[in-house]
Antibody, heavy 124, light 108 residues
């Protein structure tokens, strides 16, 4: 079955850019009615959707982060990536990648599966 | 943005208890509502999609209901492995997905 794995630096300095990659295994990132999302969770808090990308390149971002977020996809590597610029301590969180499953009767869909998550700490 | 609320924020229950968690949307979201279970240190896991459809592999003691603004996740007979935090998530607004704040279920 499809599995997702996040990778990237665990420590980022304030004002710099956070960069993470999600590698998809067990299936092609281009197959099916899927989109690919990033979701984050500060320690002890709830889940915040960051954005999504279709393999066509079409993206949607959370308005609260839109000015700082870029999500891209590399179908040749079966990967998609997140860049979050001008980070502060408030961006410290566990970052998850997830596959979005949509259909004609449920355009928004649901997230399944999720990667295991990676902790990113913003600190000097 | 569509805001999601959950009640209670936490609850204590015993093995075998029937547990009900409520999720409310700030506007009608039809049946575009999903439920996830998260255990400490783990990624969320999909339980229910489209308000009442059980994800493959999820035990039948989990069920979901509701439409419009009010939704319910029910665990018919709580098992030791069900102690976790549960989140609802709306997919009605396809431009911005939002999660509820979570309901923590712990041992009484």
């Amino acid at each position: 079955q499809v599995q997702l794995q996040e990778s990237g630096p665990g420590l980022v300095k304030p004002s710099q850019t956070l960069s993470l990659t999600c590698t998809v295994s067990g299936g092609s990132i281009s197959s099916g009615s899927y989109y690919w999302s990033w979701i984050r969770q500060p320690a002890g808090k709830g889940l915040e959707w960051i954005g999504r990308i279709y393999t066509s390149g079409s993206t949607n971002y959370n308005p609260s982060l839109k000015s700082r977020v870029t999500i891209s996809v590399d179908t040749s590597k079966n990967q998609f990536s997140l860049k979050l610029s001008s980070v502060t301590a408030a961006d410290t969180a566990v970052y998850y990648c997830a596959r979005g499953v949509s259909s004609s009767w449920f355009l928004g869909g649901w997230f399944d599966p999720w990667g295991q998550g990676t902790l990113v700490t913003v600190s000097s | 943005d569509i805001q999601m609320t959950q009640s209670p924020s936490s609850l204590s229950a015993s093995v075998g208890d029937r547990v009900t968690i409520t999720c409310r949307a700030s506007q009608s979201i039809s049946s575009y509502l999903n439920w996830y279970q998260q255990k400490p240190g783990k990624a969320p896991k999909l339980l229910i999609y489209a308000a009442s459809s059980l994800q493959s592999g999820v035990p039948s003691r989990f069920s979901g209901s509701g439409s419009g603004t009010d939704f319910t996740l029910t665990i018919s007979s709580l098992q030791p492995e069900d102690f976790a935090t549960y989140y609802c998530q709306q997919s009605y607004s396809t431009l911005v997905f939002t999660f509820g704040p979570g309901t923590k279920v712990d041992i009484k």
